[in-house]
């Protein structure tokens, strides 16, 4: 009789184990970013506290011309101004009181400029290799008499046209040449006080036809 309660204990399923929290087996790399304690967490935490905000700053440079550039590439622009007054005869006769007094604050250096020898050619000289060819001289300066030098070299050209076919001062020819030195003369004008204008300010102007081959120079 004592081998049936044997049996039965035999028999009898087994009590349910209960499963303890601390015996779960996790992930380290897991565990180490669900329990706020772990030394890894903190680790990263500290990590990004001190590692400082990028902030997005916006600086604007402002770069200023120096004043003595700015006075090389004005005073570059006199130079074809003053050879290209003779295409202003014609308005000069037609227009003498209002292009006079125009052109009044500028006859001293008119004058002094005529006075010396072969003055063209010693400002085109003086230009082209003491300031276009001069590494030491900015560019800005380099560039704006580059471009003063070939509008000076274009108005040779219409001169040159003229002497060809020496057209006679009266009939078709006459009107011809008359209106072409009419508007040489205001071209050279608005050039000369456009460019002289914005050197001063110190922006670079750019002459039409003439900035590009100023440009292909540097």
């Known amino acids: 009789m004592a081998a049936i309660p044997l049996l039965r ?14 015996s779960i087996l996790v992930h380290p790399l897991r565990s180490s970013i669900l329990s706020p304690s772990s030394p890894q967490s903190l680790s990263l935490r500290l990590n990004s506290a001190a590692q400082p905000r990028r902030r997005t700053t916006i ?13 090389i590439s004005a005073a570059a622009y006199f130079f074809p ?21 125009a052109i ?16 063209s050619y010693l400002a085109f000289l003086l230009l082209y290799i003491g300031v276009v060819r001069n590494t030491n001289v900015s560019r800005y300066a380099r560039f704006n008499a580059m471009q003063a030098v070939i509008l000076d070299v274009l108005l040779v050209i219409p001169l040159l046209v003229q002497r060809i076919f020496n057209p006679g001062p ?34 670079t102007p750019k002459l039409p036809f003439v900035a590009d081959a100023a440009g292909r120079q540097f």
Request: aromatic share 14%; net charge positive.
């Open 59 to 71: 600086s604007a440079s402002h770069n200023t011309t120096p004043v003595t550039d700015r006075l």
């Open 81 to 101: 101004f003053f050879n290209g007054l003779q295409y202003g005869r014609f308005l000069f006769a037609q227009y003498p009181k209002t292009l006079g007094l």
């Open 170 to 203: 009266h009939g078709i020819g006459g009107k011809m040449v008359m209106m072409s030195h009419n508007a040489i003369f205001v071209f050279v004008v608005v050039c000369f006080v456009y460019s002289t204008v914005f050197s001063v300010l110190g922006r």
């Open 104 to 119: 009044e604050p500028l006859l001293p250096l008119l004058s002094v400029y005529r006075s010396i020898p072969y003055s």
């Open 9 to 22: 204990l035999s028999l009898s399923p087994p009590p349910p184990q209960t499963i303890h929290r601390s």
